[in-house]
């Protein structure tokens, strides 16, 4: 089950993250972003309404092919909530074992957050199915190969800093996807309630990710 996540997040190739986004608004902007091509959407687990934010989504997005996970989960427990909330994929700042270990138990694809090879290879042997590179841009994308050198073909997405004008250079480095937040949620369009706009700037992204 969780391969099959990862597929869908590959084939997107970017992960949408919506940190902040209020209970009222975060439907709509989830709807507005899938419309622009995002199909893999994180809700950050930094408030009291994470479950319920997740839940929505969710049930927004039944009928079509867009995964939702929730992202910033810091321990166990969180992603356990999180999970029975219907998160389908876990990512973290960090490296957690026990956040990988709920994860794996449930078939839920767990993203741990590294930088560094000894983070890497204690996500990996945990049973992490992808590593978040985090944060990605005070190393470049060079840090993904430079991982890669003596851990093999381990799959990588670099978050943190990416932009339109850098995300080419991320995958060119061997990213298998990209997550990305200020630049591809328009936090202004959302303060002023503009899903049109909220959907050009995250098309604008997708569009990048795709040349
Ligand atoms: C976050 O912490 O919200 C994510 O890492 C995204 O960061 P970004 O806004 O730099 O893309």
């Known amino acids: ?97 026990e956040v990988v270990r709920v994860c794996n138990r449930h078939g839920v694809l767990s993203a741990p957050g590294v930088m560094t090879p000894t983070e890497a290879v204690t996500a990996i042997d945990a049973g992490a199915d992808i590593l978040k590179m985090f944060p990605a841009s005070t190393v470049g994308p060079g840090h993904i190969g430079a991982l890669q050198g003596p851990l093999g073909d381990v799959s990588v997405i670099p978050t943190g800093g990416i932009g339109r004008d850098n995300v080419a250079d991320y995958f060119d480095a061997g990213a298998v996807a990209v997550g990305a937040g200020s630049s591809i949620v328009d936090y202004e369009a959302i303060a002023e309630n503009d899903m049109d706009q909220v959907r050009e700037t995250a098309a604008a992204f997708v569009e990048a990710v795709e040349d």
């Open 1 to 97: 089950e969780a391969e099959a996540i990862e597929d869908r997040i590959v084939e997107n190739g970017v992960l949408a993250v919506l940190r902040g986004v209020d209970e009222e608004q975060v439907v709509p902007v989830a709807r507005a972003m899938y419309e622009a091509g995002v199909g893999a959407l994180e809700v950050t687990a930094d408030d009291t309404r994470t479950y319920e934010k997740i839940a929505a989504i969710d049930r927004e997005l039944a009928d079509t092919d867009a995964v939702v996970g929730a992202g910033t989960v810091l321990d166990a427990a969180s992603a356990q909530s999180v999970i029975d909330a219907g998160a389908e994929f876990v990512v973290s700042p960090h490296t957690d074992a």
